[in-house]
């Protein structure tokens, strides 16, 4: 089984490769409506596919598996994918997995390409090819077992905490603003995760005063109407070649 949660396309990227070596079935948290325990056949390992957020998890994960139950998981395979650098993003997953009662998880980093326009500039297209290229070196070797997992060190695991503290700022969606552009098409709508945008009066408009702030309405709008305060203007949108 692999459970995978992907904004721009990059760790929904690493699940398809991931289904052609071990085919099984293929999860996106933010679609699966069911309330029903997963259930794992003998032997069947579980992946959790999803993105580094603030050396961390983001907190539709945390969420998603406090209200999920697993019924014979023996052994987990995490793979978060990053723009650089994971942090303490294997301590932040495997206190929530221990709070569900699972088993830990061998957590494996995939540097891919960022999507945190808010912070960074986005790379030339050439360095992106030659990223998904190495990701997807990295990506063999570590389903061939030919890397060990990620193991962050005591003093990366102290300070991820405070690292991760800036996701509860950056979370707010006060600054979400949307330009003349936008034509009302509602797919911010219908993309978010977690339902916290509505169309009123043919404008986007955020319902709730945070949100997972996985960037989706951002990166996907057709028209990059959406932006995060000033952070993002001007600036190049993003996702995985062929996932629109
Ligand atoms: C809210 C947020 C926080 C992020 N924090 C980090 C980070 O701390 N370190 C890092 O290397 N990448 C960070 N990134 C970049 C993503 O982890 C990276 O681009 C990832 O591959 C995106 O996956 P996706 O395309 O499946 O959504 C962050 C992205 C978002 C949206």
Redesign the pocket.
């Known amino acids: 089984m692999i459970l995978y949660?992907?904004?721009?396309?990059?760790?929904?990227h690493v699940a398809l490769e991931i289904q052609k070596k071990y085919p099984g079935e293929l999860i996106d948290m933010a679609k699966t409506k069911t309330e029903e325990p997963f259930v794992l056949a003998e032997g069947e390992p579980l992946f959790i596919v999803?993105?580094?957020?603030?050396?961390g998890v983001?907190e539709f994960v945390e969420d998603f598996f406090r209200r999920h139950q697993f019924v014979n998981v023996k052994r987990i395979l995490a793979i978060i994918?990053?723009?650089?650098?994971?942090?303490s993003g294997d301590a932040h997953l495997n206190r929530m997995l221990r709070v569900n009662g699972l088993p830990e998880a061998e957590v494996y980093d995939l540097?891919?390409?960022?999507?945190?326009v808010i912070l960074h500039e986005l790379s030339p297209f050439e360095e992106q090819q030659k990223c998904f290229n190495e990701a997807d070196r990295r990506l063999k070797l570590i389903l061939d077992g030919c890397i060990s997992p990620y193991r962050s060190a005591f003093r990366t695991k102290l300070f991820g905490k405070l690292?991760h503290f800036l996701?509860f700022i950056?979370r707010h969606t006060k600054p979400f603003t949307v330009n003349d552009s936008c034509f009302a098409c509602g797919k911010c709508v219908r993309d978010c995760p977690i339902k916290a945008i509505e169309l009123v009066n043919n404008r986007p408009v955020w319902r709730k005063k945070t949100c997972d702030?996985?960037?989706k309405c951002l990166h996907h709008c057709p028209v990059a109407a959406i932006n995060y305060g000033h952070f993002t203007l001007k600036k190049k949108r993003y996702?995985?070649p062929g996932n629109s």
């Open positions: 949660y992907s904004s721009t396309g990059n760790s929904y999803t993105f580094n957020c603030f050396w983001s994918t990053c723009g650089a650098y994971l942090g540097p891919m390409v960022t999507n945190y690292v996701y950056f702030h996985c960037l996702h995985y």
